[in-house]
C-alpha cells in the first residue's frame, strides 16, 4: 500500500475543521511557544496563550482516533526570574475539554547550550506530555525496548532464587515487580526518560527537534499504514519521520516560507 502524505498551509484550527472525526492515529507537535517566534509565528503572550491553543486542542480531540494519541512537546520559559505557569493552566484546560493527561516524557537535551545565570542552571529538557480521549490506546511497547547491557547481570547476581520470584526483593532490586520475567533477557523497556541531541544545525528552522524524537513516538503508538499528523509541522520533522517509518501523514504550517521547504523537499524526494 502506498503511503500518503498531505501537507496544508495555513491556520491549523480552521484547516483542521475539514478532516474528519477519529482519523488519526497519532499526533505530535511543538506549537510555538509563549512569547517566542514572534517574527514566525506573532509571538503568542503567556496571558492568552491557553485562550489561543484551546479551540485548537478541541479540534484534535475530535479528530483523533479514540485509540489514538496525543504528544505535545511544549516548555514553559522564563519571565523576571520566575517559571511562567501557562503550561500547568493548559493541561487542566485541557482536561475540562475531554483529554486524559496520562504520561509525561521527558526530553534530556544532550548538548544544551552552556550559560550562566544569577538564579538558576542551563536548561537541559523539556517537556513531552502525552493526552488520550481514552484510557484504551494503542501502544506499542516492544517497538522501543532497549538493550539490557551489563548492569543486569550484575544486579540480578545478588538476588536469591526466592528473590527472583517474588514482587518485592529482599535486597531492595527496585524492579517493583517480578523480575523472573527480566532473567534471561538481552531487551527491557525503555523509561520516560529521552536522551537526544537537538537538532543544533537545522538553519531551515528555528527551533527544529530532532527526528529521532517524533520516531521513537510514531513507533511507539503507531503501526505501519497508521496516520499521523503533526498541526504545527515547522520543517517537516515529523512528516520524515513517518515516511521512512511507512506512516501515512498529515502536516499543517501556516509559515508559507516553512511549508515551501517541506513541499520541495517531498518533490524532491519523489524524484
Not at 545565570?117 to 484504551?136: G, I, S, V, Y
Not at 498541526?231 to 520533522?237: E, I, K, Y
Not at 512528516?239 to 509559515?255: T, Y
Amino acid at each position: 500500500m502506498k503511503i500518503q502524505t498531505n501537507i496544508y498551509q495555513g491556520d491549523a484550527g480552521i484547516i483542521l475543521r475539514d478532516i474528519e472525526d477519529d482519523t488519526i492515529d497519532l499526533i505530535v507537535t511543538s506549537p510555538p511557544y509563549a512569547d517566542q517566534r514572534k517574527d514566525s509565528y506573532g509571538g503568542i503572550s503567556v496571558d492568552k496563550y491557553v485562550e489561543w491553543f484551546l479551540p485548537i486542542c478541541q479540534e484534535l480531540l475530535r479528530v483523533l482516533k479514540p485509540s489514538g494519541t496525543f504528544v505535545l512537546n511544549i516548555k514553559e520559559r522564563v519571565l523576571n526570574s520566575e517559571r511562567s505557569t501557562y503550561v500547568i493552566e493548559l493541561i487542566l484546560e485541557m482536561k475540562k475539554q475531554g483529554w486524559l493527561w496520562t504520561e509525561e516524557f521527558i526530553w534530556h537535551k544532550k548538548n544544551s547550550y552552556p550559560g550562566k545565570w544569577p538564579n538558576r542552571f542551563r536548561d537541559a529538557w523539556e517537556r513531552l506530555l502525552q493526552f488520550n480521549k481514552t484510557k484504551r490506546f494503542n501502544m506499542y511497547q516492544e517497538a522501543v525496548m532497549v538493550p539490557m547491557g551489563d548492569w543486569a547481570k550484575t544486579r540480578l547476581r545478588k538476588l536469591s532464587e526466592t528473590d527472583k520470584i517474588r514482587d518485592t526483593s529482599k535486597v531492595g532490586s527496585g524492579f517493583g515487580k517480578n523480575i523472573s520475567h527480566w532473567i534471561g533477557r538481552e531487551m527491557a523497556y525503555p523509561t520516560n526518560v529521552l536522551h537526544l541531541a537537538t537538532e543544533c544545525s537545522n538553519r531551515k528552522h528555528s527551533a527544529a527537534f530532532p527526528e529521532e524524537l517524533p520516531s521513537w513516538f510514531i513507533r511507539l503508538f503507531t503501526k505501519e499504514n497508521d496516520m499521523v499528523m503533526d498541526p504545527f509541522m515547522g520543517s517537516g520533522t515529523t512528516i520524515f519521520a513517518a515516511q521512512k517509518l511507512r506512516r501515512n501523514s498529515i502536516g499543517i504550517e501556516i509559515v508559507e516560507d516553512y511549508y515551501n521547504v517541506v513541499k520541495n523537499s517531498l518533490k524532491e524526494a519523489e524524484l
